[in-house]
């Protein structure tokens, strides 16, 4: 009941924002002056603002915090299913202090208070930045290795409700390292890390114990519309890895392009299987998107992965393995449809998405899933 009651809300919230965006001359619409809600909107958010000053030893104190809720209706040859999920569910600090550090610190909160548990499940993220001038910046903390567009892509400005098969299959968790940033340096941006292999058990913590892995990437722009990038990844296959995938060197190259209102992303990516583990795996994503208003925007994503093993493949972990069971096969197609109405920017926005699927190889499979949701943060 649960589930009904929060997919009628999303749905009759996004049906009437986009009745509002698409709606004639003299048409009735849920919000006149969508700017004078943001603004009230802003202004709440801007609550979570604790203090802010220039001298002493703080400049800035914050809450920071997301909430992203969505509704799936997945159906395959082998099997359905529909739920709601508090996809994420964050609340921590962010602070600036002595003018050229930034700290902050980020828990994953209990999603399901049907369940028993601590509400603060475990540590997201937990790092201070040292930038002391555009060109420099040094992170120290348990941080998201950026490897893949999409996975760089924070979860507040990914264009699709889920990211892509290859992506989710082959990128690390979080983990504790050092990252070095290098702005401008002759035309490119470089980041240098090094990280350690594993997180604790309770509260997803750095844990020094096991191995660790290098990431290293390299981005230019070629035009003044695109941009192209290199990200690679080295994990050493420590057993207790538990950070990290099972791939030895993880490759991809990307672009990121902006035509005025059209734009477009490219990742081809290449996992070279630890010697312990079999299967390399390559695949493609595609995502051209297109701004048909301001708040208005659809996106498309055609995503291609293959394997050398029969089962080197897995079917995406969620709505698709929910619905049939955790199936393996060597070669996977997508192709996604969406629409994003962006209430307030980033900050409040509704999305939408359907996605055809199909896999090939050890076991055969084909999906659809409609997906909605609403994300925030602050």
Not at 225 to 253: C, H, I, K, P, Q
């Amino acid at each position: 009941m649960k589930s009904t009651y929060s997919l009628a809300l999303v749905a009759a919230v996004s049906f009437a924002f986009s009745a509002s965006v698409l709606a004639g001359p003299g048409k009735e619409v849920l919000i006149e002056d969508p700017k004078t809600f943001c603004d009230h909107y802003y202004d709440v958010l801007d609550l979570a603002t604790l203090y802010e000053g220039e001298g002493g030893f703080f400049q800035e104190i914050a809450l920071i915090g997301r909430y992203q809720g969505q509704y799936h209706d997945t159906e395959s040859d082998l099997g359905d299913d529909s739920d709601w999920e508090n996809r994420r569910f964050r609340f921590g600090v962010a602070a600036e202090f002595l003018n050229n550090f930034e700290f902050e610190g980020q828990f994953n909160l209990k999603r399901d208070f049907d369940e028993s548990g601590r509400l603060f499940e475990d540590v997201d993220t937990l790092f201070i930045t040292w930038e002391p001038n555009d060109a420099f910046s040094l992170t120290v903390g348990k941080q998201k290795p950026g490897i893949t567009r999409e996975y760089s892509t924070s979860s507040k400005r990914i264009k699709t409700i889920e990211r892509s098969q290859l992506v989710n299959q082959t990128t690390p968790d979080k983990a504790g390292g050092v990252v070095l940033t290098l702005n401008d340096l002759a035309g490119f941006t470089i980041d240098i890390g090094g990280f350690a292999g594993a997180t604790t058990d309770d509260w997803a913590l750095p844990d020094f114990d096991a191995g660790g892995a290098v990431y290293a990437r390299i981005g230019r722009d070629i035009t003044e519309a695109t941009e192209v990038r290199f990200d690679y990844l080295y994990n050493d296959g420590e057993a207790g890895n538990n950070a990290f995938a099972n791939y030895e060197n993880l490759f991809s190259l990307n672009t990121k392009s902006d035509w005025d209102r059209f734009h477009l992303v490219t990742d081809l990516i290449y996992g070279d299987a630890l010697p312990s583990e079999d299967g390399d795996v390559w695949g493609l994503v595609l995502m051209p998107y297109y701004d048909l208003s301001d708040r208005l925007e659809a996106v498309f994503r055609y995503t291609f992965s293959s394997a050398d093993d029969a089962d080197g493949l897995n079917v995406q972990s969620r709505y698709e393995r929910a619905a049939a069971g955790s199936l393996e096969g060597d070669e996977y197609h997508a192709l996604y449809l969406g629409l994003n109405y962006y209430i307030c920017g980033d900050k409040l926005k509704l999305m939408n998405g359907i996605e055809w699927s199909s896999l090939e190889g050890q076991d055969d499979n084909d999906y659809w899933s409609y997906m909605t949701g609403i994300r925030m943060y602050f």
